[in-house]
């Protein structure tokens, strides 16, 4: 495999032009697109998928209004062409998203198990974990194994202007941007993520996490700078879960971080998506792209029913620089 010394000046080697199918291809940025023409009720064949596979790859963030999947189950089988998918039989294990069937669908909404609004004055853990997705991050990144895709499917969408807006941005992009000297600095560096740094940010006041330490808790590996193999072009892979460097001292690695982190979050890399009726469905490559979900005044007040499957990174960064043993650990009961 090319090096990222190697690749980073390559241009992308993917078109999605001359399209064999019926598949229609909208760019509403470099690094997004809507697509039409996908019938998600039929299975995909080998041309087929291997075209809606060239567009994921040249495009982070692929959006299909209204005409996504019907049900968690055909979710389910599409996401299946991608790669393994996630579960959340540990979760439910402890008795947290219970309210959907499937172990393969996260149930991101706002709705408990007996279909009501989650009153949140009275549910500290998911303030929590909706303050630290509020946070620029990649699915999956402060775990051994990571995340690539993530299909996101609005079953219930709260009135229009209430907010729940996702957001985007082009790590990519933003790589491309860095200077010579950067790129250099950070060739072959290996970040730290934690879980427990997000939400501590995220909640600073919170006493669920307080006395929690990032260093004490765990922690995994991933390169700072990838080459996201599918489109062949390097990347950035620093979120809110990243916290400092393999064998730099903690403070410079902090600040590195930190410098990287503030790049990528310039309003020139981002796109903002506003969910439109149920149906709507996005799909980001969380090796290319971060996210974060955005506050707003449905909370607490409207249903925001939002169904999600995650498929593990097949790439050859898909357990980072972590060990195969330390997943598969997390992952028995
Ligand atoms: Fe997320």
């Known amino acids: 495999m090319a090096t990222l010394t190697e690749t980073r000046t390559a241009p992308p080697t993917i078109s999605v032009a001359d399209r064999p199918s019926t598949l229609t291809i909208k760019p509403i940025a470099p690094f997004a697109a809507e697509l039409t023409g996908l019938d998600f009720s039929k299975p995909v064949s080998g041309s087929l998928l291997k075209e809606i596979n060239d567009i994921f790859a040249t495009y982070g963030v692929v959006i299909v209004r209204k005409n996504g999947p019907t049900t968690d189950d055909q ?160 990347t950035l892979y620093v979120t809110s879960y990243t916290h400092h460097i393999d064998g730099m001292d903690l403070e410079e690695g902090k600040e590195l971080v930190k410098e990287l982190f503030q790049h990528v979050q310039q309003d020139k890399y981002k796109i903002t998506h506003h969910w439109e009726e149920p149906g709507d469905l996005v799909i980001w490559d969380n090796t290319s792209v971060l996210h974060r979900a955005t506050h707003g005044a449905y909370e607490g007040k409207y249903r925001r029913d939002m169904r999600r499957v995650s ?15 330390d997943y598969w650990k997390q992952a028995l009961p």
């Open 311 to 325: 498929v593990f990174d097949p790439s050859s960064y898909g357990f980072g620089l972590n060990s195969k043993e």
């Open 75 to 234: 979710l389910i089988e599409f996401a299946r062409h991608f790669g393994e998918l996630d579960s959340v039989a540990q979760h439910r294990k402890q008795g947290i998203g219970c309210r959907v069937p499937q172990d393969e669908i996260f149930d991101v909404g706002n709705l408990n198990g007996d279909d009501q609004i989650i009153d949140l004055s009275k549910d500290p853990g998911k303030v929590a974990s909706g303050n630290g997705n509020s946070l620029w991050h990649a699915d999956g990144s402060f775990n051994p194994r990571r995340t690539s895709l993530s299909m996101l499917r609005a079953v219930e969408l709260p009135p229009k202007g209430t907010g729940g807006e996702t957001e985007f941005l082009d790590c990519r992009a933003a790589y491309a941007d860095l200077s010579e000297e950067m790129k250099n600095k950070i060739d072959g560096l290996v970040a730290f993520h934690s879980l427990v740094h997000n939400r501590k940010v995220a909640n600073p006041d919170s006493p669920l996490f307080k006395d929690l330490e990032v260093l004490k808790s765990p922690l995994v590996k991933h390169k700072v700078a990838q080459i996201h193999e599918p489109s062949g072009r390097p």
